[in-house]
């Protein structure tokens, strides 16, 4: 009797791992984590790969180039009238590719929400409080083709005229163009619930430069 019950019981082992196999034809693993699946993280499981195509910088006199001179101070201009002045954008176009290029991808990805930090290059210049900011509607990222550009706040003027109180106040002793490492880190999501982020860093100055 023992010895048939064991018989018994390796027969069942042999039908669950068949089974297993079967099953892994068709869903790609058995007991696993498939590209979408919930419950996970990063791009292997979004199914989809987030690069970044461009990225530029727009103030107020328009798009920049990508290229990250931040005007720090509104001038006066010859004309008597204001310079024209305000907050800096990150301007960002996206692009989705599909982690399996034979299969044809329907995710895609939401941006969530984004912090921009500024990391000093030189530790007696002023420190600029982090940026965080929620998505705008329809911030999306789309396999096999690009969206965007999406705007993104980087350098807002109240960071801008804190920077020039420290500076005028002496505590900051330096010289400009201050010197910034910035890092914008992109949290996305799918639409399963599965998480990702895209860093961007550029290397920005910030002085008085006069756009009149």
Request: some cysteine; aromatic content about 8%; hydrophobic content about 35%.
């Amino acid at each position: 009797m023992i010895k048939g019950g064991k018989m018994k019981k390796g027969k069942k082992i042999i039908l669950l791992t068949l089974f297993c196999v079967m099953s892994a034809v068709f869903f790609w693993s058995c007991g696993g984590s498939n590209p979408g699946a919930p419950g996970t993280s990063g791009s292997s499981d979004t199914g989809i790969v987030a690069t970044v195509v461009s990225v530029t910088r727009s103030d107020p006199n328009g798009d920049q180039g990508d290229q990250w001179q931040v005007d720090l101070a509104q001038d006066l201009c010859p004309s008597g009238d204001p310079e024209v002045w305000g907050d800096d954008l990150a301007l960002i176009v996206f692009h989705g590719e599909s982690l399996n290029p034979n299969v044809i991808s329907t995710n895609q990805l939401f941006v969530t929400n984004y912090t921009v930090t500024f990391f000093k290059t030189d530790p007696s210049i002023p420190t600029i409080a982090q940026i965080s900011g929620a998505s705008q509607a329809g911030m999306t990222i789309l396999p096999g083709q690009d969206t965007g550009p999406f705007s993104f706040l980087v350098v807002d003027f109240g960071r801008k005229l804190k920077l020039q109180n420290d500076l005028s106040s002496g505590i900051n002793n330096v010289s400009t163009p201050l010197l910034y490492n910035m890092v914008i880190q992109i949290n996305v999501t799918d639409k399963y619930g599965n998480n990702d982020k895209i860093i961007i860093e550029r290397l920005i100055e910030i002085a008085d430069y006069n756009n009149c």
